[in-house]
């Protein structure tokens, strides 16, 4: 079974179209995030969910909106995609343990994004 | 604010030789974890060992093994007994205590195991 799924796996879209990123997780974790991998293959965090809050939520613009329905989604939603948004992005969850250490993230397949 | 630096972009080794890749990182944390991932040309993130910095063991998976050095602020993976299919970009990885618990991660090196 997969932990975390992500959809769509890829996603070829023009400037200025809205665009949704799917993911799921059946680890029964409470934490999940989104990172950006860009082109020089960097990662870097872009937004973090405990139990349904948002809790970090680093220098995004606000066409990228997370939204978290239950602690086992988080999906993406980037509206007016520019050409510099084209990355792979990755979608992982963790469980918080009760000391506030963490396990190890699982991610997922990643959805490589390109604006035309 | 946490930084992970690694030095080296890209390596190569033989196969079934062993190759060391570097890593500090800058923390003012006293408890935190730190983690290799591993990601083949597939993009899958596949999480290769990870150290508790509580922990004075260094830890150690198959032929995997790190050298942690606190003090030092380094952390170190080595491989042993190189196969092809290591082939991959190593990231180190850092994440502090508390309820965040995102990774900052270091750029990345390339690592290709030639036969």
């Known amino acids: 079974d997969t932990?975390?799924?992500?959809?769509?796996?890829y996603l070829v879209t023009q400037m200025g179209n809205d665009k949704s990123i799917k993911c799921e997780q059946n680890l029964g974790h409470d934490t999940m995030y989104w990172y950006k991998q860009d082109s020089k293959k960097f990662l870097k965090i872009m937004f973090s969910y405990n139990n349904k809050e948002l809790i970090i939520n680093e220098t995004v613009p606000n066409r990228f909106s997370p939204k978290s329905p239950d602690k086992a989604h988080l999906n993406l939603h980037i509206n007016s995609l520019e050409l510099g948004d084209s990355a792979v992005y990755f979608c992982a969850s963790s469980q918080v343990r009760a000391e506030g250490f963490l396990n190890e993230q699982f991610f997922g397949p990643?959805?490589?994004?390109?604006?035309? | 604010?946490?930084?992970?630096?690694?030095?080296?972009?890209?390596?190569s080794v033989q196969e079934a030789e062993t190759v060391t890749l570097s890593c500090t990182y800058d923390t003012s944390e006293s408890n935190y974890y730190l983690f290799w991932y591993k990601q083949p040309p597939s993009r899958q993130m596949i999480l290769v060992i990870r150290q508790e910095a509580y922990k004075q063991q260094n830890a150690t998976e198959n032929r995997f093994s790190v050298n942690f050095q606190k003090a030092a602020k380094s952390f170190s993976l080595k491989i042993s007994d190189s196969q092809l299919g290591d082939t991959a970009m190593y990231f180190c990885a850092f994440s502090g205590g508390g309820s965040q618990g995102n990774l900052i991660f270091g750029k990345g090196t390339k690592l290709s195991v030639k036969p």
């Open chain 1, 3 to 9: 932990a975390v799924s992500q959809t769509p796996k």
């Open chain 1, 110 to 116: 990643g959805t490589r994004l390109t604006v035309l």
């Open chain 2, 1 to 11: 604010a946490q930084t992970v630096t690694q030095s080296q972009p890209e390596m």
